[in-house]
């Protein structure tokens, strides 16, 4: 991408019933700044025709290598790109760019295309899932390809399951942290498995009331988006956020610490990375009500507590496996680095990020401070800023960890 030039992005739109979701996902690339080509398969513009593409675009649409032939489109498109984004990606447009078909603009586009390049698949369960679809998809993402994986829902017709193509606000998000971190950035995370926490637990006290925190999920979301962006294969483990699922992770929904730990446990066997970002309750009460407690003449009632499991000093206590990272988040409200390196001692985790919260920090904002602490020794500072920033330079310094291993 040239100096005070737009970003150029290529989407490119495959024969699917998802196709009619691109448009906005088109508007918003437009929106926000972007120059944005389309380049719709023959049989995608059977769902939407060219006028809406060139419409929402304020562009030519581009739909065969006959086209303006004097300007090499078929070579032309690709070279100029900071981005290609597809989608909706089907099962057949998957397979010409696993085996490098070049039969229409698109596929040659793919060809000739020197940036990042995005795969947002969608397509029924039974297809996502069949063996030449999964082979497809990990010939591409051996490749340096980002292929996200399709979301859970209402497919076409009364089917529902995996195979729906994430929000566009989620996908352009995507879109938008691969051309912050440049054109020539890598998926630095391909090819890694990761698991990240996000929110708050809550303990029951009644089926109406809980003791909880004040986490929003927001940097927990940020971490997962953030390492879709970069290549990686994501499990989101989230407590209680009122959140977007981020295009591409698969999210598991908890409540409670102990509802927490058993996910995470059972996530963590093939992970390279596990991130507890989620801000985890230390106590639950002993026990929980089964009414509704009312107010009583007499004092209220006591409610006695006990600890949570401790999920970071157990993963790190019986690691899956001798290379895995582990980094473990501390919110603090005073002597932030005193209490986080005693706490990095006592957890035995790789890093342990810091910040300081309340008084308008950290939880429920939509920025971040931190200090990463190394087992090493090392400590790393996060100036104030955006929460994907924070959650970009975490991940350098997991990256740096795993390339070592």
């Known amino acids: 991408m040239k100096k005070d030039t737009p970003p150029e992005v290529v989407l490119g739109v495959g024969a699917g019933i998802a196709a009619y979701k691109v448009c906005e996902l088109l508007r918003t690339f437009a929106e926000s700044g972007h120059r944005v080509r389309v380049v719709p398969t023959a049989d995608a513009l059977r769902f939407v025709g060219e006028p809406t593409w060139a419409a929402l675009s304020g562009r030519p649409v581009a739909t065969g290598v006959w086209d303006a032939v004097h300007e090499v489109p078929h070579v032309r498109i690709g070279q100029d790109a ?22 229409d603009l698109l596929s040659n586009t793919l ?58 606000e989620e996908l352009f998000a995507v879109g938008r942290r691969i051309l912050r971190r440049g054109a020539a950035a890598e998926p630095d995370l391909a090819g890694r498995r990761v698991v990240v926490t996000a929110g708050g637990t809550r303990e029951a006290v009644d089926p109406v009331r809980f003791l909880g925190n004040r986490s929003s999920g927001r940097q927990g979301y940020a971490l997962a988006a953030t390492a879709v962006a970069r290549g990686a294969n994501v ?96 919110a603090e409200t005073d002597n932030v680095l005193e209490h986080g390196r005693a706490k990095l ?61």
């Open 235 to 330: 499990v989101l483990v989230s407590a209680n956020a009122d959140l977007a699922d981020p295009a591409g992770a698969e999210v598991r929904r908890v409540g409670s610490a102990r509802e927490m730990r058993d996910v995470v446990l059972a996530e963590r066997a093939n992970a390279d990375a596990v991130v507890m970002a989620a801000a985890v309750a230390d106590f639950r009460p002993a026990t929980s009500a089964e009414s509704k407690i009312k107010k009583g003449a007499d004092q209220p009632a006591t409610i006695e507590l006990v600890e949570n499991p401790d999920i970071l000093a157990e993963l790190t206590r019986e690691r899956a496996h001798d290379h895995q990272v582990i980094v473990g988040f501390a």
């Open 111 to 168: 060809l000739t295309a020197r940036c990042p390049v995005v795969f947002a698949p969608a397509m029924h369960t039974e297809m996502w899932e069949h063996a030449a679809t999964r082979a497809n998809i990990e010939t591409l993402r051996s490749r340096g390809a980002i292929v996200l994986d399709p979301a859970v829902g209402r497919l076409t017709g009364t089917d529902t399951g995996r195979g729906r193509l994430p929000d566009p």
């Open 345 to 405: 001692a006592r957890k035995g985790c790789d890093l342990l990020v810091v910040n300081q919260v309340g008084e308008g920090r950290a939880f429920g904002t939509e920025d971040n401070q931190a200090v990463a602490l190394g087992a090493d020794g090392s400590a790393v500072d996060i100036p104030h800023g955006p929460k994907e920033d924070l959650a970009d330079r975490v991940w350098d310094l997991v990256g740096g960890r795993l390339a070592v291993d």
């Open 82 to 103: 900071d981005l290609v984004f597809v989608a909706p990606a089907t099962a057949d447009l998957l397979a010409k760019a696993a085996n490098g078909l070049a039969d």
